[in-house]
């Protein structure tokens, strides 16, 4: 059964405080790792997609790299307005249908002025 | 361009009852999903729609169950509800060959 774990559950920052988030995951063949930000009671907001091991993606103060086993998301210089969950979720080969995800419990990112 | 809409946004019914979710695709997508989350977890897979028919299926009862038009829109459905069903239904469309999913606001079920 795929699993992805996303550490740590809580994570509070001061703005400008760079650190990054972890998502540890096992599947039998990663087709794809995804990253979506979500607000409270918002749906999830797409940020990244990663294929392979070495893969890294840029967007703004976030960066999305990726190994074999985790992939981390880095946060450089955040401000309040990064305040959110951030979801990870990998689609798999053994997932049967082409477009589902399996995701962790989430980050929960506060960033205090 | 419309991003994926759902409706209604928040609801409430009591145990026992049915209810539909409705959910509109951005444009030029051919593929829904639906998905569920409680709350303080991330989502999970119900089933996903492809060319009016379910194509994949998640660890969800035969309770739940769905539809897709021929305009990609899309219904979820859910008979005998149970006071676990109370979460926030998400509805999440994608473009051909991508695979990158694009989620709605979602509708929030609470059952009493």
């Known amino acids: 059964e795929d699993q992805v774990t996303q550490s740590p559950e809580a994570l509070r920052l001061q703005e400008g405080e760079s650190s990054s988030l972890n998502c540890s995951y096992t599947?039998?063949?990663?087709?794809?790792l995804f990253w979506y930000r979500q607000d409270p009671g918002k749906g999830p907001e797409f940020l990244f997609t990663l294929y392979s091991a070495g893969e890294e993606k840029e967007k703004e103060r976030l960066k999305a790299t990726l190994t074999k086993k985790e992939s981390f998301l880095h946060i450089t210089a955040p401000k309040p307005e990064d305040s959110a969950t951030y979801l990870c979720a990998v689609r798999a080969n053994s997932g049967g249908s082409n477009y589902k995800l399996t995701f962790g419990k989430g980050t929960l990112l506060t960033v205090n002025p | 361009e419309t991003g994926v809409t759902q409706s209604p946004t928040h609801l409430i019914k009591t145990r026992g009852q049915q209810v539909t979710l409705r959910c509109s695709s951005q444009?030029?997508?051919?593929?829904v999903s639906w998905y569920q989350q409680a709350l303080g977890q991330g989502p999970q897979f119900i089933f996903q729609y492809y060319r009016e028919e379910e194509n994949g299926r998640g660890n969800f009862p035969p309770r739940f169950s769905g539809l897709q038009f021929p305009n990609y829109s899309s219904e979820l459905n859910v008979n005998a509800l149970e006071l676990d069903d109370s979460a926030l239904y998400l509805c999440a469309s994608s473009p051909p060959r991508t695979g990158e999913l694009f989620f709605g606001e979602g509708s929030r079920l609470t059952v009493l």
């Open positions: 444009s030029g997508h051919n593929t």
């Open positions: 599947v039998s063949g990663l087709r794809g």
